[in-house]
């Protein structure tokens, strides 16, 4: 595809501008994927990297280096190169684009987790070469959430390449607004981060790139993943220049030098480039595997438990260390360097080859005993302080506590949180015989005895309890045990009973069909209950896909709990039954999944005789609170059937072309109905929608301006503990609990065709979502606060024999609702502590944060912690309380000095 004379006189004729581009050298670096972590770093560090220093220093060669964790295991073990890699570093000849510790995906983690992988990476480089990251280099990650362009700028980054989600070809540089307004300069690859690679077709690339570039500035990405350094790219670039460069000048360069030239034309020429809004996740132009949302559920679930489970153990700690001034750095930044691994791109997604997870089940163990223990020793401190702080001021008579057997509830979040709890309590013989309910201060409340264990006396000694305390803002409450019945208070709006086959409490009706076990919910409508949804329903899917894609050839399921599928097999109820205590109900469901049922012809009227071929066993529990307005799941699966997709589904008569869902920092707008998306003549997808989309813990689908009132319409919330795969489809909500496939890639066009036995998922599961039925849409209803609350337990201890505390404090709360806590920490160079909040909802909010103790100093800083005049904003601070404005979706960064 050579440029033609006649082609070449016309644009001097014309009078174009020369063109520049800017050939980058660079390798893709894998964590794991298709080797072991152990091979990629043999392949980078002994076979790319001491073949880019010799190249480096002995050329006018350039090369691209993404990730720091590459780089800590080069200087590790093999110092020499290391210093050699450092010093072309240094010199501008090798850049650091990206700079995270591993290239996050950027849909599945928490945005804490994202903005750790920043601050991790991009620390090392300015402690080991001296040098800023100024561009994000997205070379692989599957689709960009909404607030990257604010997490980007408030950590530095003033540009943006990336490869994958664009939802429109051209041009391929435009200004990516976030969801709080936060713009920043990015280039899309259009033809991905090979552009450059096959040396002998350059020109073929540069026509393609040209064609959708917004100035006479053309980035050309010359590598692939684990691709080894071309020593004859210098030659190549000398022979293009004199041949063509006279109309396109080709330069060996690295990506800050393309955009800061970038730049400067935008700005000689006054350009003004294209905005665009929101999320990159879009398959038009390029794949962004919507369906690795659920490939390796565990992985998933244990990411979402280990950050919940960190960030608050990391709050506490921050606190403790205001008393005792020690706070376990090195035992929590380790930690978290495990999550971080866990959240790399081909990790999280689960769509590597089988040995490469084995590190990761390492790194759970770990993380779940260290976890454990630390969070024990944390909350002990405070408790320890705390009980100090009660007897030096006198007040240790007055206090609770001190009894055996007395409880401290933890709540982590920043607003007051009433919540089911279940403890383990140990009594010494003869001290307590019955538990009754709990007291702290005037308050008493019920409690739930799920089992115990006597002494030979008869008096407990073990008792597993369950209770709904109600807690202050990041803070804790002291219960006392009560042998006798707590007080009834007359006007209690909270109640619990069974009508039938209906359990109701003031929020809802749940109504159970105890030959399939699915319910039927409806809220108050005025002068009777309106149905919300049917569900809790099993659907089982052919599965023919592989890692990255579900595949099916049937229209319909294989079969769902209420008979929709092929005629062969059948759910089966084989066990029903409700317990009940003062303070919920539990539904227990026993079913089976028998591929064949007989008869299989005339099912109407002849009823089955024998089952056959059992695939699925299933327990659920269904448990309605009497004064907590969600219900809570726990499904149980042990999967032993190969090639299949397990989802569960809400059906409503709901009707909306949208749903949203919990993001970063945020929440974002889906289309519905995708599955069903045919696409207009002459338009071509790279990856047709599939209706599945990644949430983040939770998602919502309302039709709230369609009630009697603005706002007064049903909603209903859906809220999960990692199983991100969400679609709505014909008015229902559905939520992926695994799918069961054999290869890593089908078609090997994703990927090798590596077999992955281990993905089959022939696995025991425990599922934990919840609905929230609701009135008006999301943001009325705050589904933000629900999922935090479920999944930010809170954690209880039970009080050792003579320690007094007061019944009840608060060390943090953020006023109003909509106002988040994200990270609560002590600062990375151990000066001061570090308050991280985001407005959730997307509206302009006055703030006003309360602090257990007069900060002596407060200043807004940046994601990496320090103070930058872009994230400036003003302060008023009045002794322990702290106002200030924040913007739609804004992220705010407190530094605090005591």
Partial sequence: MKMTREEEKETKENGKEKDTIYLVPHTHYDAIWVFTKEDYFYINLMLILREVARLVEETDYKFLIEQTFLLEELEKRYPELFTRIAEQIKRGKIEIADGEYLMADTMLPDGETLI?????????????????????????????????????????????????????????????????????????????????????????????????????????????????????????????????????????????????SLETELKEKKLELEVRRGEMY???????????????????????????????????????????????????????????????????????????????????????????????????????????????????????????????????????????????LTFDKGKVVTIKGLKSGEEEIDVEIIKFARYEDDSLRYARIGFVPT???????????????????????????????????RFFGVEIEPATGLITVSIDGGEKREEVCMGNELVLEEEAGDLYYHRQMLDIPLKTESGEGIKYGAFRVKNFYITKSPLR???????????????????????????????????????VYKDIPRIDFVTNVVDKHPRARLRVRFSTAMKSPTYVCGSQFGAVSRPTDMWYYKPE???????????AFPSLRWFDYSDADKGKGKGKGLGLTVIHSGTPESEVRDGALYLTLLRSVSMLSSDGKTGPAIPVPDARELRRYTFRY?????????????????????????YGMQLREGKKLPHERSFLSIEPENVVLSALKVADDGDGIILRFYEAAGEDTDAEITFFREPAEVKVVNLLEYEDEEVSKGLQIEGKRIKLNVKPFEIVTLRLRF
């Fill in 116 to 260: 750790r992988e920043i601050a991790e990476g991009k620390r090392y480089v300015k402690q080991k070469f001296g040098v800023d990251v100024p561009v994000m280099w997205q070379a692989d990650s599957f689709g960009l959430n909404a607030q990257l362009p604010q997490i980007y700028r408030k950590s530095g980054y003033r540009y943006v390449a990336f490869r994958r989600g664009v939802p429109k070809r051209k041009p391929s540089e435009f200004l990516w607004e976030g969801l709080d307004g936060t713009r920043i300069l990015t280039h899309w690859m259009p033809l991905g981060y090979r552009a450059g690679l096959d040396l002998t077709k350059l020109e073929e690339s540069y026509k393609k790139l040209k064609e959708v570039a917004a100035t006479s500035h053309i980035l050309m990405p010359s590598g692939s993943g684990v691709t080894l350094p071309q020593p004859e790219t210098p030659e190549v670039v000398n022979a293009w220049n004199k041949e063509r460069g006279d109309i396109a000048e080709l330069k060996i360069a690295t990506p800050r030098e393309f955009f800061e």
């Fill in 282 to 424: 879009s398959g038009r132009y390029s794949e962004v595997f919507p369906n690795c949302s659920s490939s390796r559920m565990w992985i998933k679930q244990g990411l979402c438990e280990y950050e919940s489970w960190l960030t608050c153990c990391e709050r506490w700690a921050t606190l403790a260390s205001l008393v005792d001034s020690y706070f376990p750095y090195e035992e929590l930044r380790n930690c978290w360097r495990k999550i971080l691994f866990i959240a790399f791109h081909d990790v999280v997604p689960g769509t590597g080859m089988d040995r490469g997870y084995e590190e990761v089940k390492q790194y759970r163990g770990f993380i779940t005993a260290e976890m454990s223990n630390r969070c024990a020793r944390v909350h002990s401190r405070i408790i320890e302080s705390e009980s100090e702080r009660e007897h030096k001021s006198g007040k240790g008579e007055s206090a609770d506590g001190g009894d055996i057997g007395d409880i401290i509830v933890f709540n982590s979040l920043s607003w007051e949180v009433k919540n089911w709890i279940e403890m383990d």
């Fill in 471 to 505: 807690v202050p803002p990041m803070g804790y409450k002291v219960y006392k045990i009560l042998e006798r019945e707590p007080k009834r208070y007359r006007f209690d709006p909270n109640f619990i009973l069974i009508r039938g086959n209906t359990i109701e409490n």
């Fill in 585 to 623: 109900r539990v539904i227990n469901v026993e079913t089976d999944y028998f591929s064949l049922r007989w008869p299989y012809r005339l099912t109407d009227k002849l009823p089955p005789l024998m089952w056959r071929h059992r695939f699925l066993e299933c327990t659920k529990k269904i448990i």
């Fill in 681 to 691: 003549d002459g338009e071509e997808w790279v990856e047709k929608p599939c209706g």
């Fill in 770 to 794: 919840a609905i929230y039925p609701h009135r008006g849409d999301w943001k009325s209803a705050y589904s933000y606060r629900q999922a935090q609350e479920f999944n930010c337990a809170l």
